[in-house]
């Protein structure tokens, strides 16, 4: 069974920060890129930021310069650093991956239960 399991949300001041973290759990054997999505009340999930097992890094061009995705490869956690945040970027952050167990396995998509951002102004 793997979970994911994310952490670091709350309320924060616009211009304020944040750092959310997302670890898995359980069997692990190989993890594929990993990525944060978030969903505004009313609006579609959107994709934020993703990075690859590699570090290779891609954003939203609205978080571009303000948000750093990072990942922990030997805890199995993925990062995401919220800078200068104002009320647009109040969601519920979600963090993905693929994951499979062994080297023969298929690869599985799981996601994180999700983290509650409010950027008051």
């Known amino acids: 069974q793997v979970q994911l399991v994310e952490s670091g949300g709350g309320l924060v001041q616009a211009g304020g920060s944040l750092r959310l973290s997302c670890a898995a759990s359980?069997?692990?054997?190989?993890?594929?890129?990993m990525g944060w999505y978030r969903q505004a009340p009313g609006k579609q999930r959107e994709l934020v930021a993703t990075?690859?097992?590699?570090?290779?890094?891609a954003y939203a061009d609205s978080v571009k310069g303000r948000f750093t995705i990072s990942r922990d490869n030997a805890k199995n956690t993925v990062y995401l650093q919220m800078n200068s945040l104002n009320p647009e970027d109040t969601a519920v952050y979600y963090c993905t991956t693929s994951i499979r167990n062994s080297g023969r396995a298929p690869w599985h998509n799981y996601w994180g239960q999700g983290t509650q951002v409010t950027v008051s102004s």
């Open positions: 359980g069997r692990t054997f190989s993890i594929n890129a």
């Open positions: 990075i690859t097992s590699v570090g290779t890094t």
